[in-house]
């Protein structure tokens, strides 16, 4: 139970009591509240998405630290959360069928009017494409913990999940946001009904990789091609606006609830910083740097002619702060010219340089690594070690690209001697970072590996001489 202001019968989120698994919008110590907590909670379903997030983020986490005993812990908890979000699939379609609020970026997402004016549920796009999300994650740690049981039931998971996806894209290859059960698409520009572009689910869909590269393609096209969903240049949530929020069905512009009333408000066309972030991981695919370029700058360079700044210690606790503007600002302009096609390294002509020579730190541990390969090539099997060693020999091939590199006088700030010096120290310290890895990979083959792990520890051992 929720037991929200400290009673089950202080608040609405009070005497919620969620399906196990779920997790909440908010919290603090003894009290949660499951669903999202902006607008009309009556309205809305479990925050079903937002599970699926935090099972992507921790994932995430957990896969970076390589902490078997934390994935241990963590992973039944998760999947507590993932088998939350598998009771709402619908076996006809291999897709979720949820309401109201229970998208990620809620409440943006209404469900579906039904004809006595309540709103039923539909086929939300991002469930699908955060939750898959998450499967590909979770396999990861299958991996690691060796559990095939479980890897197998997470696998069948992901195969149906993504070949359900395809369901949920219009016919220029970019998702709707959502499907009505009777096959009615939200989201799909040019329709007289429901016809935005929703920014958030596509830019997630090529961001976090459920997509393959032509889909990402085409996602990342559509939005190029439509300047209302960046207009200076950060991505807006949709354009041009939401007609089938709860709020104001069949208009672009509600009444009735604060934050609403115009396009631009909150989750109706505004922008969020968590979304800019997933929109820079789909540049980064799709190696869109004139677009990260432009979203640094905005995030960088947006100034107000006059300050307000407010000290924590000197305010009382209760505050009550209002702010009047009388318009009137100049129009907005990037401070410097993009450059057409970035790049640091001249392809070819007088200022092209040869890679430098490595640091007496990385040279013996490229020659092993280098040595190691040529042992490896006649190994099967041995598929996995030789992508450890490919990237950990870029590594320090990149050391000795970055060295010889002119960055100019900085984009954002000045690239000083120190900095300089720094960011050379970084390249080198991760190329030792890559080796070392591999080093106690090799310790942990010659302990406690199989034959086959014993005997490739062992011509690593002869690879070091």
């Not at 076996?91 to 309401?99: E, Q, R, S, T």
């Not at 898959?132 to 990861?140: C, T």
């Not at 042992?375 to 870029?394: C, P, Q, W």
């Not at 199989?450 to 520890?457: C, F, K, L, M």
Request: aromatic residues 10%; neutral net charge; contains cysteine.
């Amino acid at each position: 139970m929720s037991m929200w202001g400290g009673s089950p019968t202080g608040s609405f989120f009070s005497h919620l009591v969620a399906p196990d698994g779920s997790l909440g919008d908010m919290a603090r110590p003894n009290e949660i509240g499951f669903k999202q907590g902006d607008g009309d909670q009556n309205v809305h379903d479990w925050y079903y998405e937002a599970a699926a997030a935090g099972v992507v983020m921790q994932a995430e986490i957990l896969l970076v630290s390589r902490d078997l005993e934390a994935i241990r812990y963590f992973l039944p908890k998760m999947e507590r959360a993932c088998d939350f979000i598998e009771k709402t699939r619908d076996p006809k379609n291999g897709l979720f069928l949820v309401g109201p609020a229970s998208n990620l970026l809620a409440p943006s997402y209404g469900g579906v009017k039904q004809p006595d004016g309540t709103f039923g549920k539909g086929y939300l796009a991002g469930l699908s494409i955060t939750y898959l999300a998450a499967l590909d994650r979770m396999a990861e740690l299958y991996k690691m913990t060796g559990d095939k049981a479980k890897l197998d039931e997470y696998g069948r998971r992901q195969k149906i999940t993504r070949e359900s996806l395809p369901l949920l894209l219009t016919s220029d290859g970019y998702f709707a946001k959502s499907m009505e059960p009777g096959g009615v698409k939200h989201g799909v520009l040019g329709q007289e009904r429901f016809g935005y572009l929703e920014g958030v689910a596509n830019a997630d869909a090529a961001g976090l990789r459920v997509v393959d590269d032509k889909t990402a393609e085409s996602i990342y096209k559509q939005i190029a091609g439509f300047p209302a969903i960046r207009p200076l240049d950060f991505l807006l949530t949709n354009a041009p606006g939401l007609d089938d929020t709860y709020w104001n069905w069949g208009h672009t512009t509600g009444e009735g609830f604060s934050g609403f009333h115009k396009f631009g408000d909150w989750v109706n066309g505004g922008v969020w910083g968590t979304v800019e972030g997933r929109a820079i991981l789909m540049y980064y695919r799709l190696g869109k740097f004139e677009d990260i370029r432009r979203s640094a700058g905005r995030a960088m360079t947006v100034k107000s002619s006059d300050e307000v700044v407010l000290l924590y210690n000197d305010l009382p606790e209760n505050a009550k702060i209002e702010m009047t503007t009388e318009g009137g600002w100049p129009g907005e302009s990037p401070a410097t010219a993009y450059p057409a096609f970035p790049a640091l390294i001249p392809e070819q002509g007088p200022q092209a340089q040869a890679p430098a020579e490595l640091p007496e730190s990385l040279k013996k541990p490229f020659a092993a690594l280098t040595a190691m390969k040529r042992r490896l090539a006649g190994e099967r099997d041995a598929e996995d070690e030789i992508a450890f060693i490919d990237a950990a020999i870029k590594s320090c091939q990149d050391y000795r690209v970055r060295v010889t590199m002119n960055p100019g006088p900085g984009y954002y700030r000045a690239i000083t001697p120190e900095r300089r010096k720094g960011i050379n120290k970084f390249y080198e310290q991760a190329a030792l970072s890559m080796y070392q890895g591999f080093v106690k990979r090799m310790e942990r083959y010659a302990v406690k590996g199989n034959t086959r792990q014993r005997r490739i520890a062992s011509l690593f051992s002869e690879a070091q001489k």
